[in-house]
DNA sequence: TTCCGACAGTGGGGTCGCAAT
DNA sequence: ATTGCGACCCCACTATCGGAA
């Protein structure tokens, strides 16, 4: 198959907003592909690639280069061509890569080179990602499209299940079960803004402490401990202490979720940051452990000697992890009935605030295991903090939000007299609010910079934010943590905004 | 007919590690 | 040695479609 095909699919793909139409051009495009193109054509329609990284990005797709006339390239082709290109490296492997790119995108036509562009950078934006391929996918296919999702969460992969299925039929579907040793789509949580709202909605539930980790799948097998991120990359050899804990347990065939965090000598959560370098450290891992050892917190178990636990309602899912894990090792619960109970629950976050983790998350005790999906019967409740903050600067947005300045510059008064930017928000607002504060900070522009405009800062908006956090990247030494635009405070002039001093107040545990 | 769950889009900061300077 | 860049952690929120109620 051509890769002119597919470029003119995702265009049109892009141009319709309806979601069964979109699923209809898929499912043409799967069911025209031939069986050694599916590998390629169906990844590269959910809008990636099959190689994941390649090393290459926007600093070296930037440079235009001059198109083909007529396309020639096929998709097995430049899949090949890719493939290749990921191998390089060594010293002067970067400039290769971008020659060999160039190479690439010198052969395609202009749709085209609009089109791998997008694959390569993560930016198709064409409004049909991986949910919406695999309902396309059991439409070519005549699978149920529950059926399909199932197998692509339990498989871990998209591609994988699209090949089984469009070689052998929908009854492919059934090799894809929960096995030891491979990864599933773990489950996620919405949010909720307080635990009367969340039980409110849930009834009988479990009220568990939300650690400010990474989180984590273990599977053991055995002797064989493998260990998995949320996006099911291995990080088995960053985390020994992990192996260790997992094979102190008393099963020895399992599947377990959780979380990884590093405590100090007090027994008190370290801060992400300490977490996330640590776990990130791939080189001298020995001493990184040393450093900075963690520990593992489990919540849930997937399997336990061979018995798939996913469909089993939470309850009997915790008694076989109680069974398994022994206490400190297990996230902190209290399980309550309903409404009634809410007091203890209040109880419990307060605690768990107290004793320096992010929050909580309410879990419905009868719901199964979503692996994959942001189900509602997990949902997590975090104080929220606000602040009034000044506008300083705004950045043009892209896609959607083209034409309007979107990407705003947060400042917090100093001592003396001027702004120190705290960070950027581009969330909260309503399509409305962007087009009110493009003409607004207009009329406040001192500069255009090209990305966008630095304004006179008067403009004063209402911040929230999850909590402050070290930064080598703004003068207060400091930034918010997850900012997001509450409302716009016009009612307020920028004499009245929050200090750079009562933020480091309000956070006494930040030191910048 | 209205409501609501699921999805895509729009990007944020930090850290690590590699390659280039 | 330092800097730039890509990958991958953490993440909130709004708009929209289309099935459920």
Not at 75 to 95: C, I, M, N, P
Not at 218 to 231: A, E, L, P
Not at 313 to 327: G, I, S, Y
Request: charged share 25%; hydrophobic share 40%.
């Amino acid at each position: 198959m051509l890769l002119t095909r597919l470029a003119d699919v995702s265009r049109e793909v892009a141009a319709t907003s309806a979601r069964s139409r979109k699923i209809a051009l898929l499912a043409e495009l799967f069911r025209d592909a031939e069986p050694d193109d599916v590998p390629v054509v169906i990844p590269y329609l959910a809008g990636r690639l099959p190689q994941g990284r390649l090393g290459v990005g926007w600093k070296v797709l930037s440079r235009p280069v001059a198109p083909a006339d007529a396309p020639s390239l096929t998709v097995r082709e430049v899949d090949a061509r890719l493939t290749e290109l990921g191998k390089v490296s060594g010293t002067g492997s970067q400039a290769e890569r971008a020659r060999l790119v160039g190479e690439l995108m010198g052969e395609a036509t202009a749709e085209e080179q609009r089109f791998l562009l997008g694959l390569i950078t993560g930016e198709v934006r064409q409004g049909a990602l991986d949910a919406v391929a695999v309902e396309g996918l059991a439409e070519a296919t005549g699978a149920p499209s529950p059926d399909v999702r199932r197998a692509v969460m339990l498989a871990g992969s998209l591609q994988t299940v699209a090949q089984a299925l469009l070689t052998d039929g929908p009854t492919a579907l059934d090799r894809f079960r929960l096995t030891v040793g491979r990864p599933v789509l773990p489950m996620l949580a919405h949010t909720a803004s307080s635990v009367t709202e969340a039980i409110g909605k849930l009834g009988a539930c479990a009220v568990e402490e939300k650690l400010d980790g990474i989180r984590v799948q273990v599977h053991r097998d055995g002797d064989s401990v493998r260990i998995y991120t949320r996006t099911l990359d291995d990080i088995t050899d960053r985390l020994p202490e992990l192996t260790s804990a997992a094979l102190e347990l008393r099963g020895s065939r399992f599947v377990l979720d959780g979380e990884v965090i590093a405590f100090d000598d007090t027994g008190r959560p370290r801060s992400f940051q300490e977490t996330a370098g640590r776990v990130g450290s791939r080189v001298d891992v020995a001493t990184a452990a040393r450093a900075v050892p963690v520990s593992p917190v489990f919540f849930d178990a997937l399997s336990v000697d061979d018995r798939d636990l996913l469909d089993l309602p939470f309850t009997e899912r915790h008694a076989e992890l109680a069974r398994l894990v022994p206490e400190p090792m297990r996230v902190r619960r209290a399980v309550v009935s309903g409404p009634e109970d809410l007091p203890a629950a209040e109880e419990f976050l307060k605690e768990t605030l107290l004793r320096g983790h992010e929050g909580v998350v309410v879990k419905s005790l009868d719901a199964p295991y979503s692996a994959g999906r942001r189900g509602a019967s997990w949902l997590k409740v975090k104080p929220v903090h606000t602040l009034d903050l000044v506008i300083l600067a705004a950045e043009w947005g892209h896609g959607r939000r083209t034409g309007k300045l979107s990407n705003l510059h947060l400042g917090a008064r100093t001592a003396d007299g001027g702004f120190a930017m705290l960070g950027k928000t581009f969330k909260g607002m309503t399509d409305a609010m962007l087009t009110w504060q493009t003409e607004r900070l207009k009329e406040l522009a001192v500069e255009d910079t090209g990305w966008g405009v630095t304004v006179r800062p008067e403009l004063v908006v209402e911040i929230a934010y999850d909590g402050l956090q070290r930064s080598t990247r703004y003068p207060a030494g400091v930034t918010l943590r997850f900012a997001r635009v509450v409302r716009y405070r016009e009612d307020k002039r920028p004499e009245e905004a929050d200090t750079v001093e009562t933020l480091l107040a309000a956070h006494p545990e930040v030191r910048p």
